[in-house]
């Protein structure tokens, strides 16, 4: 006997009738995988701009040692700058699983395109009406 549990399938409702269709789904993989690449790009870029202020910090922070200014100030500039370069690091830790979020949304998009197009094309092309979802699953 098998150790995988069926569960139930709770899709969310994207149609009037709160049935889950072809265009619905493909429609809101494609928009979250859009947003997911969005995201990314935004993380790079602000990872790319605490790498800079980072830098800027450490410059000034020499600036301050040559100028001989209060040592407690240099080192909460140094401090600061450490910090940036801490978002920076963590930025790019969560660009690259959000990029991996996104790929997988892609994947899965190209996966349900691949094995449904086919089955919405007929539906679409019969002009019949159809079955609700799940009156023809086998148990």
Do not use: K, N, W
């Not at 859009?34 to 993380?43: D, H, I, M």
């Not at 086919?118 to 609700?132: D, F, I, L, N, T």
């Amino acid at each position: 006997m098998s150790d995988l549990v069926p569960r139930p399938v709770h899709l969310p409702d994207t149609t009037a009738a709160g049935r889950p269709s072809f265009l619905a789904l493909a429609a809101r993989v494609t928009s979250f995988s859009a947003s997911a690449f969005a995201l990314v790009e935004g993380l790079r870029a602000l990872r790319r701009q605490m790498e800079h202020d980072a830098d800027d910090a450490d410059r000034l922070a020499e600036m301050c040692d040559q100028a001989e200014v209060e040592p407690r100030f240099t080192s909460l500039i140094r401090e600061a700058g450490g910090e940036l370069r801490a978002v920076a690091t963590a930025s790019g830790e969560m660009a690259t699983a959000v990029d991996d979020m996104a790929t997988a949304a892609d994947d899965l998009s190209t996966s349900h395109d691949r094995e449904y197009r086919g089955v919405y094309e007929s539906v679409q092309a019969s002009g019949a009406r159809q079955a609700r979802p799940g009156f023809y699953r086998t148990r």
